[in-house]
């Protein structure tokens, strides 16, 4: 199976800071189509994860631009920057280019 | 608007069996694939496998083959968990998704197995 390591496990921040989260795998996320699908999702508290971005850098309707994804290969890498109290909770990166699809073990992002 | 609603909370004793739906609504049920996510309590996402809605092939992720049963009533546009023989490691919340990227989570079904 693909492992994805995720990091940092905690990430305090101050609102209106910045934060990056980093999902790497242990083999490369390219399919054999050409595209890559890792996806990033927020789970706010007692709420089902909600998706952020799709296929590493694609923004999900009504997501706001202060998310971005970047990365390619097996290294990847969620943004947010101007955080606000809305954007706290477990972040998981995901990927299903290869089967099993596999989620890294999460990130809470908290108030500093 | 595009949802998936899920039923509701269940408590099962160790040996029973569970079925668990997920209903979708604003969109072609056939024309997107399900998705089954586990979360045990205070634990991370773990993917149970998915089936295809249009010829309702189910694929199980290792963990999930001989206990864990995907189905379909395409006709209600609802796809559903079955899980027999529950054991106490299955006490999670259950999510149905839709399609690769998931997209779209139902509310998560609380499955408690105790004795």
């Known amino acids: 199976d693909v492992v994805m390591t995720q990091t940092p496990v905690s990430l305090p921040v101050s609102l209106g800071g910045q934060a990056s989260i980093s999902c790497r795998s242990s083999q490369s996320l390219v399919h054999s189509n050409g595209n890559t699908y890792l996806h990033w999702y927020l789970q706010k508290p007692g709420q089902s994860p909600q998706l952020l971005i799709y296929r590493v850098s694609n923004r999900f309707s009504g997501v706001p631009d202060r998310f971005s994804g970047s990365g390619s290969g097996t290294d990847f890498t969620l943004k947010i920057s101007r955080v606000e109290p809305e954007d706290l909770g477990d972040y998981y990166c995901?990927?299903?280019?290869?089967?099993?699809?596999?989620f890294g073990a999460g990130t809470k992002l908290e108030l500093k | 608007q595009i949802q998936l609603v899920q039923s509701g909370p269940e408590l099962k004793k160790p040996g029973e069996s569970v079925k668990i739906s997920c209903k979708a609504s604003?969109?072609?049920?056939?024309?997107?694939?399900m998705h089954w996510v586990k979360q045990a309590p205070g634990k991370g996402l773990k993917w149970m496998g998915w089936i295809n809605t249009y010829t309702g092939k189910p694929t199980y992720a290792d963990d999930f083959k001989g206990r864990f049963v995907f189905s379909l009533e395409a006709s209600a546009s609802t796809a559903n968990l079955q899980i027999s023989n529950l054991k106490n490691e299955d006490t999670a919340t259950y999510f149905c998704?839709?399609?690769?990227?998931?997209?779209?989570w139902g509310q998560g079904v609380m499955v408690t197995v105790s004795s």
């Open positions: 995901l990927q299903s280019t290869h089967f099993p699809d596999t």
């Open positions: 604003g969109y072609t049920f056939t024309d997107y694939a």
């Open positions: 998704a839709r399609t690769r990227n998931f997209d779209y």
